[in-house]
C-alpha cells in the first residue's frame, strides 16, 4: 500500500502561483512513477503531468506545457507541482497518484485549486 497526502491547494488570483505537495509513505516511493490529476467541476478527472520514477523523464498535458513542472524528490518521498501563471480554467481538486506504467492504483484525497479572476 501507498497512502499518499496532498497538500499547498488554496485560493490565488489569476496570474500567481502555488507549488503542490504529496508526501508519500508506505511502500518504496521511488518504486512508482507519479502523476497528478485534476477534476474540474461538472468534468471528468484527467491526468496532466506525470514523472517517472527517477525524475528523468516527463509528461504534461500540451495546454499546460510551460506553465506546470512537475518534480521529485525521492529522499523525501515527495512529488510537487509548480503551477505559475495561474487562470481562472485551473480551478480544480488536484490530485496525485502512484502508479506503473501508466496505471494508477494508488490517490491522495486531492486538494482544491481555486483561482479568482
Known amino acids: 500500500q501507498v497512502q499518499l497526502v496532498e497538500s499547498g491547494g488554496g485560493l490565488v488570483q489569476a496570474g500567481g502561483s502555488l507549488r503542490l505537495s504529496c508526501a508519500a509513505s508506505?511502500?518504496?516511493?521511488?518504486?512508482?512513477?507519479m502523476g497528478w490529476f485534476r477534476q474540474a467541476p461538472g468534468k471528468e478527472r484527467k491526468l496532466i503531468a506525470s514523472i517517472s520514477r527517477s525524475g528523468s523523464t516527463t509528461y504534461y498535458e500540451d495546454s499546460l506545457k510551460g506553465r506546470f513542472t512537475i518534480s521529485r524528490d525521492n529522499a523525501k518521498n515527495t512529488v510537487y507541482l509548480q503551477m505559475t501563471s495561474l487562470k481562472t480554467e485551473d480551478t480544480a481538486i488536484y490530485y496525485c497518484?502512484?502508479?506503473?506504467?501508466?496505471?494508477?492504483?494508488?490517490w491522495g484525497q486531492g486538494t482544491q485549486v481555486t483561482v479568482s479572476s
Open positions: 508506505g511502500r518504496t516511493f521511488s518504486n512508482y512513477e
Open positions: 497518484a502512484a502508479g506503473t506504467a501508466g496505471h494508477y492504483g494508488y
